[in-house]
């Protein structure tokens, strides 16, 4: 069956910093992933999305790697700050498909 | 355009009883979801409707469960004969299958709590 990792549960980076978070998925190859954030309380809110064919996108202080081969995508947020602590889902999805299938997400919590 | 809504957001409940939650979604948009999600968890995939039509439904949804969205417009999702396994967040999500976009605009949720 499809299986979705995300890296960690939580991650705590200081201010400034770069955080790199990693969904390593199995059993599947999505045509497309997409990133969310997600506050506490809250839906989420979608950020990214990177084609099978890209193997980067940016937008902003975020940037999306996508390897087919190693089955990994990195979601990478440069200059962190304190607004971007929240729980960020990687939700990898099939070219016919529609239904999103997330990860379990990781906490990432950024550190004044 | 204020994005999705859905209603109530808060809905406490005891062991056996009905209970019916709404989703509106972004107007133009003609695709409608369905998710749950509990603590600590991604959001998992119940069902979802292009226009009028539910297309497709996750094997998570047993027949105590029902989705309808008339007239493509707005969507409900009754719960009969509620469980305390059914407490969970409930999202409905809604996107545009013009020009193939892939991105899904979330709700706030409703809150399910089945005592």
């Known amino acids: 069956s499809q299986k979705i990792e995300q890296n960690s549960e939580a991650l705590n980076i200081q201010e400034g910093k770069t955080a790199t978070l990693t969904c390593n998925y199995t059993?599947?190859?999505?045509?497309?992933l997409q990133w969310y954030r997600q506050d506490p309380g809250r839906g989420p809110v979608f950020l990214l999305l990177?084609?099978?064919?890209?193997k980067e996108k940016r937008k902003e202080r975020l940037k999306v790697t996508f390897d087919t081969t190693l089955k990994q995508s990195l979601f990478h947020i440069t200059a962190s700050q304190p607004a971007d602590s929240a729980t960020y889902l990687c939700a990898p999805l099939g070219a016919g498909s529609y239904q999103l299938t997330f990860g379990k997400g990781t906490k990432l919590s950024v550190i004044p | 355009d204020t994005g999705v809504s859905q209603d109530p957001r808060h809905k406490i409940t005891k062991r056996g009883q009905n209970v019916t939650f709404r989703c509106d979604p972004i107007s133009e948009h003609n695709r409608l979801y369905w998710y749950r999600q509990t603590l600590g968890q991604g959001p998992e995939f119940l069902t979802y409707?292009?226009?009028?039509?539910?297309?497709?439904k996750s094997r998570l949804l047993s027949d105590r469960f029902s989705a309808e969205r008339p007239k493509g417009s707005f969507s409900t999702l009754e719960i009969q004969r509620t469980e305390q396994g059914d407490s969970a967040m409930y999202l409905c999500?809604?996107?545009?299958?013009?020009?193939?976009?892939?991105?899904?605009?979330f709700g706030p949720g409703t809150r399910l709590t089945v005592t």
């Open positions: 990177i084609r099978e064919n890209e």
């Open positions: 999500a809604s996107s545009s299958w013009d020009r193939g976009n892939r991105e899904q605009y």
């Open positions: 409707f292009q226009n009028e039509a539910q297309l497709e």
């Open positions: 059993n599947y190859s999505p045509a497309y």
